[in-house]
């Protein structure tokens, strides 16, 4: 699957569903107004794999689709088209999305004392678990110590920090 040289919009439907999500948002770039039949045909893919795809990428707004009458079967059908246009706000909202995450991460972080014993196998313990657990590690056996995890709190801090900076240009 290399996408490297592709087109934003298919880009980004790789990245979100690997080769299926590709091979759609190929065949919408290929074929403008595309029914599910049409790209099913084209990719080789089945229709209800091609179906799911197109259900979350309208989902996500990046495509959109038309109902219309099949003259020939006399029943409604959708042309699908892909919104090239609205990548960058996919890619902004997303980086939102995780920058707000990250946020509730480092205030997570800032809210308690942790305590761990210093294997990295181990988890770190709140402070309640750790008072029940006689401030025992359940996995190891070994002391917990009170950890400030100046480090996790930094490297979050450094990425919300850059995600933010991505967002205002």
């Known amino acids: 699957m ?6 934003p919009f298919v880009k980004i439907a790789a990245l979100i569903g690997g080769d299926e999500y590709l091979k759609v948002a190929r065949s919408l ?3 403008e107004d595309a029914t599910d039949e049409e790209i099913a045909s084209s990719t080789g893919l089945r229709i209800n794999i091609v179906r799911k795809v197109l259900y979350d990428l309208f989902g996500k707004a990046l495509i959109t689709g038309i109902r ?15 919104r090239r246009d609205e990548v960058d706000n ?21 809210s308690a004392d942790f305590y761990h014993c210093g294997n990295e196998d181990c988890q770190k313990l709140t402070f309640e678990k750790a008072l029940d657990l006689s401030f025992k590690c359940p996995t190891c056996g070994k002391l917990v110590n009170l950890s ?13 920090d850059q ?7």
């Not at 003259?71 to 088209?81: I, L, Q, S």
């Open 2 to 7: 290399s996408v490297e040289h592709e087109d």
């Open 29 to 31: 770039l290929n074929t």
């Open 68 to 82: 219309v009458k099949d003259e020939k079967k006399g029943w409604f059908v959708y042309r699908w088209r892909a």
């Open 90 to 110: 996919f890619i902004e909202n997303q980086k939102k999305k995780i920058v707000e995450r990250l946020q509730h991460r480092v205030d997570y972080e800032n």
């Open 148 to 160: 400030r995890n100046e480090k996790l709190k930094k490297a979050l801090q450094v990425k919300i």
């Open 163 to 169: 995600l933010r900076d991505d967002l205002k240009h």
